[in-house]
C-alpha cells in the first residue's frame, strides 16, 4: 500500500504508475494505468497472469536480476491489448529497496504512445491498425522511425535490430513477429525467419546455388537472405508488384 502523500503525487501525474511487490503481486496503480492498461483485474495477482509464455519468462529473468542487485537503466516498448483494441506503451522500471537495500519489488511507470506509432489502415477487410513509426527507446530518450524508411528487420533473439534505408541500425525490445504483424499489411515480407523486408527497395532477387537473396536499394545494398519455401511466393509477389 502507498503512502498517501506518495499515492497523491502519483495520482496527479500525466503517466501509468504500477508498484509490483517482491512477490510479483500488483500492489497499487495510478487511474491514468487503470484507464490505459488492465484495470481492478490486476490487483492482488502476479503480474505473470497477464503474459504469455514468453513473457512471463522475460518476467522471471527481470525480477531475478532485480533480486541479485541488476539495475534496469533502460526504457522499453510493450504493445497490449486494452478494450478490444493494440496500444503501445514506453515503459520504465525503477527498482525500490528497503532501508537495507533489500529487493522491495519495482515501480513501472508508462506512457501511451499509441497516437504516434499507429496509424489506421482501410483494407478489403476493414480497418485495421499498422505502424506508423517504429519507437525506439534509448538511455537518452525515444526515437521514432518512419515505417517508410525501414530497409529491414533483423531477429536478435527476443528482441530485433531495425535498419534504415540510410544504414542506421536501431534496437528494438520487440520480437521480430510482433513487428511482422504490424508491418505486412505496409509492404514488407518474412523473406526469412530471422528477416523482414521492405518490398519497395528490392532491387533484385539473386539465385546463388540452392540458396537466395534479395539486393535492397539502400547506401549499402544490404543482401537479405531468402528461404527456401519463401524464394517461389517472394518471386510472384515481386512479379505482381
Not at 33 to 54: I, Q, S
Not at 117 to 137: A, N, S, Y
Not at 228 to 234: A, C, D, H, I, Q
Amino acid at each position: 500500500m502507498m503512502a498517501d502523500g506518495i499515492e497523491a503525487v502519483f495520482e496527479s501525474l500525466p503517466m501509468g504508475v504500477i508498484f509490483v511487490d517482491n512477490d510479483r503481486k500488483v500492489r497499487w496503480m495510478n487511474d491514468y494505468a487503470r484507464n490505459h492498461l488492465f484495470g481492478e483485474d490486476y490487483f492482488g495477482r502476479d503480474v505473470g497472469v497477464f503474459h504469455n509464455d514468453n513473457s512471463r519468462k522475460k518476467i522471471d529473468k527481470l525480477f531475478s536480476d532485480l533480486e541479485r542487485g541488476k539495475e534496469i537503466k533502460m526504457p522499453f516498448v510493450k504493445i497490449v491489448n486494452f478494450k478490444g483494441s493494440k496500444h503501445t506503451l514506453l515503459a520504465r522500471l525503477i527498482k525500490m529497496s528497503d532501508v537495507h537495500g533489500g529487493f522491495e519489488g519495482i515501480i513501472v511507470l508508462f506512457y501511451d504512445i499509441s497516437s504516434v506509432v499507429f496509424q489506421d489502415l482501410t483494407t478489403e477487410d476493414g480497418v485495421i491498425t499498422v505502424f506508423k513509426k517504429l519507437p525506439i527507446p534509448t538511455r537518452d530518450g525515444l526515437i521514432f522511425v518512419d515505417v517508410n524508411r525501414v530497409a529491414f528487420v533483423k531477429s536478435c533473439g527476443d528482441s530485433s535490430f531495425i535498419y534504415d534505408i540510410d544504414g542506421n541500425r536501431y534496437f528494438s525490445n520487440l520480437q521480430i513477429s510482433t513487428l511482422e504483424a504490424k508491418l505486412y499489411p505496409l509492404g514488407f515480407f518474412r523473406s526469412h525467419r530471422s528477416y523482414i523486408i521492405n518490398l519497395s527497395l528490392v532491387k533484385q532477387l539473386v539465385y546463388d546455388g540452392g540458396n537466395a537473396y534479395v539486393l535492397l536499394d539502400t547506401i549499402s545494398e544490404q543482401r537479405i537472405p531468402v528461404s527456401r519455401r519463401n524464394k517461389s511466393l517472394l518471386r510472384n509477389i515481386l512479379t505482381a508488384i
